[in-house]
């Protein structure tokens, strides 16, 4: 990586001298910091870098200095899940993709290149040619999976999740009304929509069922494959 990132500081020395961009060595220290990070970096978060750096820029100057950066090739933007925008480098000729734990919200990377290749099969059987493209995969990351209590009240599951009930806390009536609206134990349910206020959202056979949070709280539910003590990475779509 160090040899990339000493070419990477030629090239911007190249392109930045040869636009007669201004202020070029705060510039440059800025592409030095941003090198120095292999993370997806928000404008706030290379603030801090800078500043903890011995650097004070103003921050519409560090704004202005990404966008150039993004311009010429030597940064890329994203924003997943319609978050802060956040930057990262980008290395001509190299590509990854990305999975987000919507716990913990690390990103982490990877590449495939019968994914990649396949991709490409599907584009062109399309007869469609792509020029660019992203894949994000949104779930729970291996540490965050191993410290989550495999017993949980609904009201904690996330979106996407598949479940099992395996219980009702609370007294009869609530009991009584969790199975008037359908739910029952060893019923698989799928979490549409859980905001942190408001009604849970489930589907249980292709029907949708609005849980109110108080109710919520009170079915016991359990990730699918703990039961058969399959704990294969996150699965997200
Ligand atoms: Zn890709
Ligand atoms: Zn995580
Ligand atoms: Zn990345």
Same mark, same amino acid.
């Given at each position: 990586?160090?040899?990339?990132?000493?070419?990477?500081?030629?090239?911007? *020395? *190249?392109?930045?001298?040869?636009?007669?961009?201004? /202020?070029?060595?705060? /510039?440059?220290? &800025?592409?030095?910091?941003?090198?120095?990070?292999?993370?997806h970096i928000t404008h706030s978060g290379?603030?801090?870098?800078?500043?903890? $750096?011995? @650097?004070?820029?103003?921050?519409?100057?560090?704004?202005?200095?990404?966008?150039?950066? =993004? %311009?010429?090739?030597?940064?890329?933007?994203?924003?997943?899940?319609?978050?802060?925008?956040? @930057?990262?480098? /980008?290395?001509?000729?190299?590509?990854?993709? %990305?999975?987000?734990?919507? *716990? !913990?919200?690390? &990103?982490?990377?990877?590449?495939?290149?019968?994914?990649?290749?396949?991709?490409?099969?599907?584009?062109s059987a399309n007869g469609f040619h792509?020029?660019?493209?992203?894949?994000?995969?949104?779930?729970? =990351?291996?540490? !965050?999976?191993?410290?989550?209590?495999?017993?949980?009240?609904?009201?904690?599951?996330?979106?996407?999740?598949?479940?099992?009930?395996?219980?009702?806390?609370?007294?009869?009536?609530?009991?009584?009304?969790?199975?008037?609206?359908?739910?029952?134990?060893?019923?698989? &349910?799928?979490?549409?929509?859980?905001?942190?206020?408001?009604?849970?959202?489930?589907?249980?056979?292709? %029907?949708? @069922?609005?849980?109110?949070?108080?109710?919520?709280?009170?079915?016991?539910?359990?990730?699918?494959?703990?039961?058969?003590? $399959?704990?294969?990475?996150?699965?997200?779509?």
């Amino acid at each position: 990586m160090k040899r990339i990132h000493s070419h990477e500081k030629e090239q911007f *020395k *190249k392109l930045f001298r040869q636009d007669r961009v201004d /202020r070029f060595e705060d /510039r440059h220290r &800025i592409l030095e910091v941003f090198l120095q990070t292999e993370n997806h970096i928000t404008h706030s978060g290379l603030m801090q870098l800078l500043e903890a $750096d011995g @650097y004070r820029l103003e921050p519409d100057f560090v704004a202005e200095t990404l966008k150039l950066m =993004c %311009h010429f090739g030597f940064a890329q933007a994203n924003r997943f899940e319609n978050g802060e925008l956040r @930057y990262e480098h /980008r290395h001509l000729g190299q590509h990854h993709d %990305h999975m987000i734990c919507t *716990k !913990c919200r690390k &990103i982490f990377e990877f590449e495939d290149d019968a994914l990649e290749n396949r991709q490409r099969q599907i584009a062109s059987a399309n007869g469609f040619h792509i020029l660019q493209h992203k894949m994000e995969m949104y779930g729970i =990351c291996a540490a !965050c999976l191993a410290d989550r209590d495999q017993k949980m009240p609904l009201v904690s599951a996330k979106p996407g999740e598949t479940l099992v009930i395996t219980g009702f806390t609370g007294g009869s009536s609530a009991r009584m009304r969790l199975m008037t609206m359908g739910l029952r134990i060893g019923d698989v &349910i799928e979490v549409i929509t859980n905001d942190s206020a408001g009604q849970v959202v489930v589907a249980i056979n292709y %029907h949708r @069922y609005a849980v109110g949070r108080g109710l919520a709280q009170k079915v016991q539910v359990e990730p699918v494959n703990a039961a058969g003590g $399959d704990s294969t990475a996150a699965e997200a779509g």
